[in-house]
């Protein structure tokens, strides 16, 4: 304040001058920092203390180094002023912190030492963390995928989302059913965040437009009714083997202190605090529907609430060095995280035409330029649709925006397509119907420059069915990034074996930077050495795995059985219930064999896991059968190892850690054409747990990458889909899909009432997803796998050569794409 340009620039320039590293790493005086924070930061005496407050000490001593590092990156960002990657999702879904901090500050060893000097283990404390679980599935994990490889790539981005206060509900399993509980996470305090009080923006609601003439223009001024503040809380993200640690800059809502007065002067002082109040529930909850649309208002309040505090905040960091929007595209990358954020593009049109009183022309061409948006979802229904009196009441001038923007788009339009009507409405931003409603993706569609698939699958499908109509139009437009996941998190972090296995026998850690090099392993996959560690790395792993499930389900299982293992968000075109129906079928097998038979099976422990969104019935019952069947497989003398069958609940990243090092076999079963992408599988592949799949999503790249031969596919292909759905069942797989199915309808396994309508979701003819005539192949499928399990050492060499083949399934690899492809940045790297 106060300095004009010039000086702020020369400013900037100083005070990078007095960077230096202040916080050292040596085992003495990360003691003395740990016990500082147990006696000042935590309060207890640094004479007694338990375990957790250890663990909080520790969290503050790391989030010290974090903080360090973060002002040294952003002060040399500032200095050398490159274009920013605004990362926009309304979903983080980040799990723990600190071994992923320590890891990539590289100071692990370090800690270790000076904790069990002090009595702790490193590894005991790092277990007191909870999760921290913004974000319902697969899209929100892949947020903080690429923020690890964005922070580790040293590309100058920010994420930008919304700090609820309760995360995605806690799973509890009550006699086989799924209830939900809240996840109030920071009920013990947050040591990962910084709460940036003086950093807030008020947000507007509802309201009025009017007319009125400035400078002799006529402007339409939107007369906000409720306003409420946007408070910043920073979550710095360190990269690996790099001083950056970029932001993640999530807004609470607070009650905004422009007081009501009427309410304070006629006396009704305890109401109106109250009605402030309840402006913090903007923030309070993350919607727990994994892609069902609601049309809510408090939803549509959420994404507006982040995308506006978002935007002031962008914009005012853009005004600090810039006083010409002209530049705006060369500094500001905005990409929208799927539809959710969507309402950016109004709100940048707004602020563009309303405040800074550009022409709307100009405006569009810099909103053009700007924004890119990745699109994760293959069903229609998943797209957002805001019906209009919703939109119009809450966001008044923003519906008028869009109303703007769609009749330029249809201008063009017809242009280029004349009077094609149908096409036209088809194309249009406002869907006429019972109910008239903005499409999100369409208003994205008119805007961004770059719109992307998630796999080169996924692309197709979006080009030729949802978007058939703009990619004829724009085909220049769409791309697809195939997703990937980080292998700090998956490998590093969470199969430490299986690190120092890889490290080895590369003869180098720079896999960890740069996992292309993971390819070197494939040279070894049939060399005895590596076949014993990699034995071992799997068997302690396994270890883990079965203790926990011990602990959680009190089943007991063999770590001589194969773990096969399926854990994703319940959907039905996930085909859980495939999975299930496939269990039944082995256990009916099992029980109808003599005793030489049964020397000859592959001893298997299925392990399902995942949440049901709390509304999806059908989800429920799945879960809930998933239970019965257990209950009676498990105590069934006849079965004894040879199946075990557990659900573990409350799925979670910080269980997905634990589960994936320790599987065999993983299961990615939807229906062809009906996953996007799929990320699991990766996290699987890396750790060397073979894949057993359909050719859907990302299921067909990773094919290509490690060879068909190395994996486990069947069931029907993405073309041949319609065509089953109209034909039905073939006779071999109906007859035992027949027989199970009735299993569970006659109450085999107990519930019968309660299951009749699940048994009908897969009836002759009414059966969506396929999972009647994918059963055959799917059974022959777990055949093969069950053969290639009794030689392990084919086993073996299949599961390095899946290690080996993951290199292209980082988030490395799809981070450089997009800095390329959508959003033309370049690294900034912080020196020292
Ligand atoms: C979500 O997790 C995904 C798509 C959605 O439309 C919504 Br809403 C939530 C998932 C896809 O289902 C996966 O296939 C994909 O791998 C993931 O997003 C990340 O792209």
């Known amino acids: 304040a106060g300095l004009n340009l010039g000086e702020r620039k020369a400013k900037a320039e100083k005070m990078f001058g007095l960077m230096d590293v202040f916080l050292k790493n040596d085992a003495v005086s990360l003691q ?30 790391v989030r010290d180094r974090l903080i360090e590092r973060w002002h040294d990156t952003h002060q040399y960002f500032k200095k050398k002023d490159p274009k920013r990657l605004y990362f926009l999702s309304l979903e983080f879904l980040m799990g723990r912190s600190l071994t992923n901090s320590v890891i990539n500050l590289g100071i692990q060893d370090q800690y270790a030492d000076a904790l069990s000097q002090l009595g702790f283990d490193y590894e005991v404390l790092a277990e007191q963390e909870g999760d921290a679980a913004l974000g319902n599935g697969g899209l929100a994990r892949l ?45 013990f305090g947050n040591p990962w965040e910084i709460e940036r009080v003086h950093v807030s923006y008020p947000v507007k609601f509802y309201g009025t437009v009017e007319e009125e003439v400035l400078n002799g223009k006529t402007c339409r001024v939107w007369i906000p009714a409720e306003s409420v503040e946007a408070v910043a809380y920073d979550n710095p993200i360190p990269g690996y083997g790099t001083r950056n640690a970029i932001n993640l800059r999530l807004w609470a809502a607070k009650p905004s202190d422009q007081y009501d007065m009427e ?61 010409n929007f002209d530049e705006f595209p060369e500094k500001v990358a905005l990409q929208i995280n799927d539809t959710h954020p969507s309402i950016a593009i109004a709100e940048v049109m707004r602020v563009l035409v309303d405040e800074e009183h550009l022409d709307w022309s100009k405006a569009w061409g810099i909103a053009c330029k700007i924004f890119s948006v990745t699109i994760h979802a293959v069903q229609p229904e998943a797209l957002e649709k805001v019906p209009i009196d919703l939109l119009g009441s809450v966001l008044p001038r923003h519906l008028e925006i869009i109303y703007e923007i769609n009749y330029c788009l249809m201008e063009e339009l017809k242009k280029i397509l004349g009077q094609d009507y149908d096409k036209l409405s088809r194309m249009s931003i406002i869907e006429e119907g019972a109910v008239k409603c903005i499409r999100m993706a369409n208003l994205s569609l008119a805007c961004c420059h770059t719109v992307n698939g998630v796999s080169r699958l996924h692309l197709e499908t979006l080009k030729t069915r949802v978007f058939k109509d703009f990619y004829e139009l724009w085909p220049q437009k769409f791309q697809f990034k195939t997703n990937g996941v980080t292998q700090r998190r998956w490998i590093v972090v969470s199969n430490p074996s299986l690190c120092s296995i890889i490290s080895k026998w590369l003869g180098t850690e720079a896999w960890i930077r740069n996992v292309d090099l993971i390819a070197g392993l494939r040279e070894y996959a049939e060399d005895p ?5 990699w034995k071992n790395m799997k068997k302690v792993n396994k270890m883990r795995l079965a203790e926990y499930i011990e602990t959680l389900t009190s089943v007991k299982v063999s770590l001589d059985a194969m773990f096969d293992v399926q854990i994703k968000r319940i959907h039905e075109y996930k085909r859980q219930l495939l999975n299930i129906l496939g269990i039944i079928h082995r256990y009916d097998c099992i029980k109808n064999m003599d005793e030489s038979d049964k020397r000859r099976v592959v001893p298997r422990v299925c392990i399902i896991g995942g949440k049901a969104a709390p509304g999806y019935e059908v989800a429920k019952k799945i879960i809930k059968l998933c239970h019965v069947v257990a209950d009676k497989v498990n105590i069934d003398p006849d079965v004894g190892d040879l199946l075990k069958v557990v659900f573990i609940p409350d799925y979670n990243v910080s269980v997905a850690e634990l589960v994936i090092p320790g599987t065999d076999l993983s299961q990615h079963l939807s229906t062809a054409g009906h996953e996007a992408s799929g990320t699991g599988c990766m996290k699987f592949l890396m750790n060397g747990s073979l894949l057993l799949a359909t050719a859907d999503g990302s299921a067909v790249e990773i094919a290509e990458e490690i060879g068909a031969a190395n994996m486990f596919l069947f069931g029907a292909k993405v073309d041949e889909v319609p065509a089953l759905r109209e034909k039905g069942t073939s006779l071999k797989g109906s007859l035992q899909f027949a027989r199970v199915v009735r299993m569970v309808r006659d109450g085999h396994f107990g519930f019968k009432d309660y299951f009749k309508s699940l048994c009908d979701t897969v009836e002759e003819g009414k059966d969506f997803y396929l999972l009647g005539s994918d059963f055959a192949s799917y059974l022959e499928a777990q055949a093969a796998a069950d053969r290639a399990f009794v030689d392990q050492e084919k086993w073996t060499q299949m599961s390095i050569l899946s290690t080996a083949g993951s290199g292209k399934f980082s988030s490395d690899r799809t981070i450089e794409e997009y800095a390329e492809q959508s959003w033309g940045i370049e690294p900034c790297k912080c020196p020292f």
């Open 143 to 187: 947020a903080a995928c690429q923020m690890d490889s964005l922070a580790t790539l040293d590309y100058p981005a920010w994420g930008y989302g919304l700090r609820y206060q309760y995360g995605l509900f806690r799973q509890i399993i009550v006699d086989g059913f799924q209830h939900e509980q809240p996840d109030f996470w920071l009920n």
């Open 32 to 61: 003395k920092d740990i016990l500082d924070h147990v006696e000042f930061t935590v309060a207890r005496s640094r004479f007694n203390f338990d375990d957790f407050e250890a663990y909080q000490a520790l969290a503050h001593s």
């Open 263 to 323: 309410s304070y002067t006629t006396g009704d002082y305890i109401n109106a605090i109250v009605n402030r109040q309840k402006a913090e529930t903007i923030s309070n909850v993350l919607y727990p529907d994994d892609r069902s649309y609601q049309g809510k208002e408090l939803r549509l309040k959420q994404q507006y609430f982040f995308v506006s505090a978002s935007l002031q905040d962008i914009i005012r960091r853009f005004k600090d060095l810039h006083n």
């Open 529 to 533: 050495d590596l076949h014993a560690e």
